[in-house]
Each structure stands twice: as C-alpha cells, then as structure tokens.
C-alpha cells in the first residue's frame, strides 16, 4: 500500500536541487538535433498546490523555492531552473509547483517524448488530467521499474532516464539497484538520473557502495545537504548520474555554491559533486 504523497515535500531543498539537475540534464540534450527520451519511472503528479493542506502542513517549500523566488539575478543555470517554476505560475504569486515532468515538460522540441509511470492511483489521476491532449507525453498508471523493462531502449537512442522512488519500502534500494542493472544493459548509452534522500550517512554511504558493485563505467554524483545528517531527518538528498553530459560537474560546481548559501541553515550540511566511475574516478572536491 503506498502512502506517500509528494504535495508534502513540493519545492523543498531537495526538490530545488533534483530538478535544477535535471534542467541541466535536458538542457544537454538540446545540443543536438536529433529528438529525445525522457522517461519519468516514479512521475508523482505533475503539479503541487503549496497552498494546499498538505503543503501548509509542514511548509517544506519555505526552506526551498520560496527563498530563490525573488531573487533578483539568479546566475545562468538556475535562472533557466527558476524560469521553469515560473511557466507554472503565471502571476507573481509561487503558487504551484512543478514536479519533475511539468520542469522537463518547456524544454521539448515538437519530436521529442516523454513517458511518464507513476503508481500511487490518485497521483496517475492527477498526471493524466495534467498532460491531457499532450500528444508528446505518455502517463501509464504503472510500477516505474516495470516501465524501465517495457520503455527501453527507446527507438530514439539518446534521451534521460529520471529514478525517484519515494523510499518509504524497505527493499526500494534493491528494487531499484536491480532496476537500473537491467536498464543499463537494454540502453547503455542513455542518460540515468538517480536520486536518493540523506538521512543517516551510513545508509547513503551503503547505498553508493552497492551502487558501484554495478560496474557502471562513467558515473557522477552529487550531493546537496542543508542540515547535518540525522535518522529519520532530511538533511540532504544525492543524484547519481548515469552518462553525464559534458560540462555537468561544472555547471554543478558553479551552481551548488550559491544554492547552498541561500538554502543551508545557517551555513549547516555541505555540498559535493565528485566521480564515482570514470576517467576523473580520483574525483575533486
Ligand atoms: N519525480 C517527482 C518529482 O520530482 O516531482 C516526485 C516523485 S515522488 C518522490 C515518488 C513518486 O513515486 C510518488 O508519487 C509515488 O506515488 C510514486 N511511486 C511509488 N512507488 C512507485 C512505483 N513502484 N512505480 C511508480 N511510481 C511509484
């Protein structure tokens, strides 16, 4: 039985950091012309309303987008990521906002596709209505790991693969290790981004290690924490991505800094953005 609901967590610190990643992600893909895949496996429901009463509950956007959404010259790279949550409040009122389909949505060119999966019955109703008469996205009611095994390889070739499982089954770490293992070997060559929550060091710490037990040649991880890590505290969040493009460490580098001063509480939790497998595998902090 699932639980959890996204509206309780829209916009927060790691919301800010998973999809300022991801606009870097997409945005990579545009240098080319040739169309792309974004898969979606754990798609949520579109869109949050931060006035609802689950957002109200713990105000978790508070210590997130709200503190960037009058920022008066954000710096390239996360103008791009504000310019998106802005495309979902059209007034000057951070009303709504977006869940990863809706940031990735802006960026597709006429050929491009979007396929999104999403379990929980009440989200995949929301993600329906959400991207109703869109003919380059397709929402399936359906487990994201099976979506892996269906979706891929795409007939495009080149595109981005999203993971972000909401943790709450004791084997979702295993699920989705096995998940990426066979993605990986029907698509070699896309783009995977994989997020995780730091709660407790060692099960984040554990979790890497299992990661690179997959071999996976070329691999970097970043992470973003704004408190220092406690069980059964959000102190942070990690992307392992998959097949990085080009410049992603820098534009993490750049961008990090600055989030950071203007998310962390009071100068708590840290940053970092290093290799897990490749040719800089000695990473650089
Ligand atoms: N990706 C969204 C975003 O960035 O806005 C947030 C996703 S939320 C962290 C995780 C979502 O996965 C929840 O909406 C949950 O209902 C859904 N979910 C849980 N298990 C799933 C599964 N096996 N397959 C697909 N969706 C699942």
């Known amino acids: 039985m699932l639980s959890y609901r996204h509206a309780f967590h829209a916009g927060n610190h790691a919301d800010v950091f998973k999809h300022l990643t991801l606009s870097f992600l997409v945005r990579a893909l545009l240098h080319k012309d040739k169309p792309f895949f974004y898969l979606d496996t754990h798609a949520g429901a579109g869109r949050y309303n931060l006035h609802s009463e689950m957002a109200r509950k713990n105000r978790e956007h508070e210590s997130g987008i709200s503190r960037l959404w009058d920022e008066p010259s954000p710096p390239a790279g996360i103008r791009e990521y504000l310019d998106a949550v802005r495309a979902t409040n059209p007034g000057r009122e951070l009303r709504w906002y977006p869940g990863s389909p809706r940031i990735v949505r802006p960026w597709l060119r006429d050929p491009d596709r979007m396929a999104l999966c999403e379990l929980h019955p009440n989200e995949a109703h929301l993600l329906a209505a959400e991207f109703a008469g869109d003919r380059q996205v397709r929402v399936e009611h359906l487990d994201g790991y099976q979506g892996l095994k269906a979706l891929l390889p795409p007939p495009e070739r080149r595109g981005l693969v999203h993971i972000d499982p909401a943790y709450e089954l004791k084997d979702e770490r295993k699920r989705l290790l096995q998940a990426v293992r066979e993605g990986y070997k029907r698509w070699a060559t896309g783009i995977y981004a994989l997020w995780y929550p730091i709660q407790d ?21 970043a992470e973003f924490s704004v408190l220092p890590d406690e069980p059964f505290r959000l102190s942070g969040s990690g992307m392992i991505v998959i097949n990085p493009p080009w410049q992603l460490e820098e534009q993490l580098r750049a961008a990090l800094p600055w989030l950071w001063e203007r998310l962390a509480a009071g100068g708590q939790g840290r940053w970092r953005v290093e290799w897990l497998a490749g040719e800089r595998e000695r990473g650089a902090e």
């Open 201 to 221: 060091r060692a099960t984040a710490d554990d979790f890497l290690r299992r990661f690179k037990k997959l071999e996976i040649p070329k691999v970097l991880l």
